[in-house]
């Protein structure tokens, strides 16, 4: 609306009742531009919420859990060997809730860090074995008290947030699961290759149950701004770039699932390396994606799941360059 404003008036003066003037300009002089919003059901549109909070609240996690990587590193650099490489895990936070520095650790008896690791479920004696051999030989990085006062409070701080998050986010997948599991769609987007149980549910987001919301594919793919957009301006300029005005979370949930079926489905692995000789990482994922998109909204019009033996059948007898027709037999008409 503003930027209508701003077309018409210059001086840029705000006024409601000029607003509303050309509100009715708009809608009685292209209507055959707009289109009647129609929401979704409530089961999607609960879906939608819980997928875009839980994303949220995994990306705080993400954040404390570097805050909290950053301060081991200057007094504690040895617990990632320890603890392993997820600092979220319970077995992480209860062991720095307990022991937040190294000299610490090297108080604890053996027989009580040995029952600490059986009680959080790693029992593979190698492993505690040599974690165990860390203890006895590693040397504290730092003895400074106030660095070991300070820091030591923060990493229990980050612990203690860590470990409140978590039956949280166990509550979001809960809840996730069990709308996805009612849904009458689900099945169309289980049945692709490697979405698993968090990306499936965002991927059903994405198209909803209205099958006329999108007539094409690439309607979709423009309004979840995996589509490029392109600039042209006399006869020399020419600009292709990512789609910046579109809803952010529908894009990156195309571009996440396109690397994620990289490791399941032959073709799209094919398809990206083919991809990234000629452009960079996101770029190949973004054009995957692309295909991808054009498949799943085939899938959603005929309510149809994903069959990638019949899908590479089709590239196949299509002679496409990733899985060319074999060649013809002696007689054989093609």
Known sequence: MARFREALHPSRSKDDRVDADLLLELLTKQRDHLRAWQPDTVPTRQLALLNEQRRHFVDH?????????????????????????????????????????????????????????????????????????WVKSAVALTTDLALLGAHSLAIQTLAAQLEALRPFLQQYDEQIAQLFAAHPDASLFESLPGPGPVLAPRLLRSLGPDRSRFSTPVALSCYSGIAPVTEKSGKTQHWVHVRWSCPKFLRQSGHEFANSSIKFSAWAALCYQEFRKKMKHHEALRKLAFKWQRIVWRMWQQRQPYDEARYLASLQKRGSKLFPAPPAQPGQIR
């Open 61 to 133: 996690r993400t954040g404390l859990t570097n805050q909290l990587l950053s301060h081991l590193k200057a007094v504690f650099p040895q617990a990632p060997k320890l603890l392993g490489e997820d600092l979220a895990s319970r077995l992480a936070t209860d062991f720095l809730k307990k022991w937040p520095t190294w000299q610490a650790v090297q108080k604890v008896k053996p027989a009580l860090l040995r029952q600490f690791y059986y009680g959080h479920h790693s029992r593979s004696e190698e492993l505690i074995t040599q974690r165990l051999e």
